[in-house]
């Protein structure tokens, strides 16, 4: 029998850093498009030439979720398929991953499809519990029991809105509410949805907010993903406050990739903990 785990390019997961795992870790791309010019979010996108372009374009920016014959290539390639997406309130990816899941089906191949309820660093957290899972030698049907989004949690501060307001991502009046007032409010991912916490003036309160709030979403957490829009510095720092504050905690630092540099934007924070 064979095993996978299928990510969307949301997850900032690139193939490579999973060579060496139990199973393979495949990720479908989502398309980001800058006027005329279409990027795909794989492995060879550049996200700093991607930034550059949404910091010169005047032109519509927009993204797409793969389609479903994307996905079920891929999921005919194992006998057994974990696939983890993006939120479901938050891009058609799920469900475009729900109806191969369901042509494949038809001929013995097995599919759990997980709505990660959020993005970035959940979905990696989630593929990391898995091949944990699978070295263990738990079988397929206990680790869909296992792996739920209620036992992952995503924190953000960013710098700008403007991707996430004009594609319909956050509430239109909190997100120009933020902009206008130039603060740095910290939300987090509810129940696929984002929501404010805090109304803060500085990046530097946000994020000591943000450390200071964790403890409210999960009692206790050992694994803390860091998910950095081109400001590692920032992110170290980040890391260091997490690990001062708490005791036997793994920090872990990600670059973004396309689809979560061009919502988060340049500068932009995730923290996702389980």
Request: net charge negative; charged share 25%.
């Amino acid at each position: 029998m064979t095993y996978q785990i299928v990510v969307d390019s949301s997850a900032d997961i690139l193939e490579d850093e999973f060579k060496d795992a139990i199973c393979k870790v495949r990720v479908v791309p989502l398309t980001i498009k800058i006027g005329s010019t279409e990027y795909v979010d794989d492995a060879n996108l550049d996200t700093s030439e991607l930034l550059e372009a949404m910091a010169n374009s005047k032109e519509k920016e927009t993204t797409a979720c793969p389609s479903p014959e994307a996905f079920e290539r891929i999921f005919r390639e194992a006998d057994y398929t974990f696939c983890i997406t993006i939120s479901a309130k938050l891009s058609g990816t799920y469900n475009s991953a729900c109806l191969a899941r369901d042509i494949v089906k038809k001929d013995g191949h097995q599919v759990m499809v997980i709505d990660s309820k959020a993005v970035a660093g959940v979905a990696r957290l989630m593929t990391l519990d898995i091949i944990d899972n699978l070295a263990k030698g738990n079988d397929y049907n206990t680790i869909c029991l296992k792996v739920v989004p209620e036992k992952y949690n995503l924190l953000f501060v960013l710098n700008t809105y403007d991707n996430l307001i004009k594609n319909g991502r956050m509430n239109k009046f909190v997100g120009m509410v933020a902009s206008l007032l130039s603060i740095r409010p910290l939300f987090c991912a509810s129940d696929g949805e984002i929501k404010l916490i805090k109304k803060i003036r500085t990046m530097t309160k946000s994020l000591a907010s943000l450390v200071d709030e964790m403890p409210n979403l999960a009692a206790s957490f050992n694994h803390v993903v860091i998910s950095y829009v081109n400001n590692l510095d920032v992110a170290e720092g980040l890391a260091k406050n997490i690990k001062n504050k708490y005791a036997n905690v793994e920090v872990e630092l990600v670059p973004t990739r396309g689809l979560t540099t061009f919502y988060a934007q340049q500068g932009g924070i995730i923290v996702s903990f389980r």
